[in-house]
């Protein structure tokens, strides 16, 4: 890999067996650009000097969704990320506890399931796989039993129904009839737990990129559900 300077902005030229040019602004803002292994440099600068404007455009751009999230995590407190220490923490913590709550309500919804796996998560608070493994968001050990039990109940209903259509929430209902309530905190007080992960895990919508061959702009886009 080798780079270039255009005022001021760092420019890797990553080479390989690729057909076409592309330049791609990364998660940490850098410009890269993506190059067959035999195009001569002299047509990258060119190619690069062509989308200049879009390159200074995209990381305009990249900067000031950045700035905005930071001042979203203050508008909702929570601008303080948790520490690695923090999160291993959670994690013992959820692997000692929901397994135990997996297990009990299992018994009552006549259900079983094979895996549970404990993760730090900026998009999920728990699924289940059509091989009937576990997987929960170490975070539920910031929130209320109560919700705790919520999200448990919700992915072993999934045992039975692997949607989210009215049979399904007809199973979540039969274990937890306030279970609309428990849904709705977690909605509006979720977010705020979730924010404080580190940047690496927040959804974000770069990176961005253009590729010569399909001659669009593209970006990728994560967005917590």
């Not at 420019?11 to 993506?34: A, N, P």
């Not at 199973?171 to 905190?185: A, C, M, N, T």
């Amino acid at each position: 890999m080798d780079n270039s300077k255009e005022k001021d902005i760092t420019i890797y030229i990553k080479r390989s067996r690729r057909r076409s040019l592309e330049i791609e602004i990364s998660k940490s803002k850098e410009v890269i650009v993506r190059a067959p292994l035999r195009t001569p440099h002299s047509e990258i600068r060119a190619f690069i000097q062509e989308h200049k404007e879009w390159i200074q455009d995209s990381l305009k751009k990249a900067k000031a969704q950045e700035l905005a999230y930071q001042d979203h995590l203050r508008e909702i407190g929570a601008d303080k990320p948790y520490t690695e220490e923090e999160l291993l923490q959670m994690k013992k913590d959820a692997i000692k506890w929901l397994p135990s709550r997996c297990e009990y309500y299992a018994s009552l919804m006549g259900v079983s399931y094979n895996r549970i796996a404990i993760k730090a998560q900026r998009s999920r608070w728990g699924s289940c796989s059509t091989k009937k493994n576990l997987n929960f968001n170490c975070l539920l050990m910031l929130c209320p039993e109560e919700i705790q039990d919520y999200v448990v109940v919700h992915e072993l209903s999934h045992l039975k129904e692997m949607n989210h259509s009215p049979a399904f929430w007809a199973e979540v209902g039969k274990i937890l009839p306030d279970y609309k309530k428990r849904r709705r905190w977690l909605r509006s007080q979720g977010e705020a737990l979730i924010a404080r992960l580190p940047w690496f895990l927040h959804p974000v919508s770069y990176p961005l990129s253009y590729s010569m061959a399909k001659s669009v702009f593209t970006t990728s886009e994560n967005y917590i559900t």
